[in-house]
């Protein structure tokens, strides 16, 4: 399963499990791509169902995820779905309601979707859910506050699931990617170092899933960057994260 998948990341990750044999259970909400996607895959010899669901329905999210797991148990979810966004030009503050938004469709409804298929998995005592963050999470962006935030708690809830669950039979992998040339990942102001592209990044999220990984950060300069926020005195850190904020238009 993967949800996202009309967007950049989802559609390179649905290209990357696409082979005969393979069962993909694709989510998106721009139908036109969705299916474009779905074809694609289905010409690489895949069997392909899709869903088209808006995420921020949270009742309605975690009820189709229940259903297609009871129609075909699931045996990996990778929950990739999500919103990037940065405050406006002129604002100090991010929009209340932006800030709502990337709460919902970042950190609720993907750890509610886990949490639901956790539960349906642990009694099979089989499974794996990846849940897709962002390096983001590791720092008190001024410009992104609503983005930062909302990966940070999604972070934190997919260590304390996987704890929960570590001794059950399932894996809760969560990867925290720097930046990735998608339409979302360009909404990102100034600079992009370390780009990368969607098929690389699709391909380190499935290794970290594959081999049962807690947690991936990459490339690997953007774990550098997170010991260095670490470490760094609360001083020099709120310094350097202002400095680095693009000034307002």
């Known amino acids: ?16 499990y696409a082979a005969p044999g393979r069962s ?3 989510w998106g909400r721009d139908h036109d791509r969705l299916e474009r996607v779905a074809a694609a895959c289905r010409a690489a010899g895949a069997t392909v169902a899709v869903r088209r669901l808006d995420l921020s329905d949270i009742a309605a999210a975690v009820a189709a995820v229940e259903a297609d797991d009871a129609a075909a148990a699931i045996g ?3 929950l990739v779905a999500g ?7 002129g604002d100090i503050v991010e929009d209340a309601a932006q800030i709502a938004h990337l709460g919902l469709v ?3 409804a993907p750890s509610a979707m ?8 642990v009694q099979r005592r089989t499974g ?16 992104a506050a609503g983005y930062a935030g909302s990966k940070a708690g999604l972070l934190r ?20 990617p720097g930046f990735i040339d998608t339409a979302a990942g360009r909404k990102s102001p100034g600079p992009r170092p370390f780009l990368l592209q969607p098929a690389d990044a699709a391909a380190r999220i499935a290794r970290a899933a594959e081999r049962g990984r807690a947690h991936s950060i990459f490339p690997w300069p953007f774990a550098v960057l997170c010991w260095i926020d670490r470490l760094l005195p609360a001083m020099a850190r709120d310094r350097l994260l202002r400095a680095l904020t693009p000034p307002q238009d």
């Not at 399963?1 to 990357?16: E, K, R």
């Not at 794996?128 to 963050?133: D, E, F, Q, S, Y």
């Open 157 to 176: 809830f997919a260590d304390a699931l996987r704890l929960s669950v570590i001794d059950r039979g399932v894996r809760v992998t969560v990867v925290s």
């Open 76 to 78: 990996v979810a990778l």
């Open 24 to 26: 993909l259970l694709l």
């Open 114 to 121: 886990a949490a639901a298929l956790a539960r349906r998995m």
């Open 83 to 89: 919103a990037g966004d940065v405050r406006a030009p």
């Open 128 to 143: 794996t859910i990846v849940l897709v963050g962002s390096a983001a999470a590791f720092h008190a962006l001024p410009f």
């Open 106 to 108: 970042n950190f609720v």
């Open 1 to 16: 399963m993967i949800t996202g998948a009309s967007g950049g990341l989802g559609a390179a990750l649905a290209s990357h």
